[in-house]
């Protein structure tokens, strides 16, 4: 399959612990921020996303945080399982720019048995 | 429903030889997206539309051309291919109402062009 790159920063965590990634925008006028999740061989697929008056909001097992103070997006995968492997991108849309999506370079997720 | 479908799937070029990516959506969307992967990197937008008709450019729109002659379909063109075009291609589309941020993918076009 199509592979999603093979110099992304790598976290690893021990499955059932907690996950945090981390993200650092650009563009402090943007709109909203999203979370997507890429496996091996297949296209990015949609998990959450924040809206730019908001500082948390919650999904099934996942957090996004973001602190606009400092331009910064974190998501945290509550007890971690096998499953959530995958390269995880941040990205930012700002309807302004004819509502384009910014993606971020991605953070590959590793679950440790 | 098939989602968003892509084809073909892999393709191997030589440089100067043109080809055309397919993207099918039967999801009646209105807008539809091209995206560029490169290793290391996220996905970058080479072309974009947001209906029947209509087309724009994105960040890395050089040297390739698309064209949305039907809603469900959004054509990506290399007329004379290089070899910094190779790359995963990924289509996706949404409506602008409802969530509009969830764009569909598709699975991807591996292009090497030698």
């Known amino acids: 399959g199509e592979s999603v790159g093979l110099h992304l920063p790598t976290l690893s965590v021990q499955e059932g612990d907690n996950s945090i990634i981390n993200c650092a925008y650009s563009n402090s006028a943007s709109d909203y921020f999203i979370w997507y999740k890429q496996e091996s061989g297949k296209g990015p697929q949609f998990i959450i996303d924040i809206r730019s008056n908001m500082d948390k909001r919650q999904g099934q097992r996942v957090t996004v945080l973001l602190n606009k103070t400092v331009k910064h997006l974190s998501l945290q995968i509550a007890a971690t399982q096998p499953g959530d492997s995958a390269v995880y991108f941040c990205?930012?849309?700002?309807?302004?720019?004819?509502?384009?999506?910014?993606f971020g370079s991605g953070t590959r997720l590793s679950i440790r048995p | 429903n098939a989602g968003v479908t892509q084809t073909p799937k892999f393709r191997v070029l030589k440089t100067g030889q043109s080809m055309t990516l397919l993207c099918a959506q039967d999801m009646n969307h209105e807008y539809m997206y091209w995206y560029r992967q490169d290793p290391g990197m996220g996905l970058r937008l080479i072309h974009y539309s947001v209906g029947e008709g209509t087309t724009a450019k994105g960040e890395v729109p050089d040297g390739y051309n698309v064209s949305r002659l039907k809603k469900q379909n959004f054509l990506l063109g290399l007329e004379s291919a290089a070899p910094s075009q190779t790359s995963v291609y990924f289509c996706?589309?949404?409506?602008?109402?409802?969530?509009?941020?969830?764009?569909?993918f598709g699975p991807g076009t591996r292009l090497t062009v030698l």
């Open positions: 996706a589309s949404n409506n602008p109402g409802g969530r509009y941020n969830e764009q569909f």
């Open positions: 990205a930012e849309i700002s309807y302004s720019s004819a509502s384009k999506i910014i």
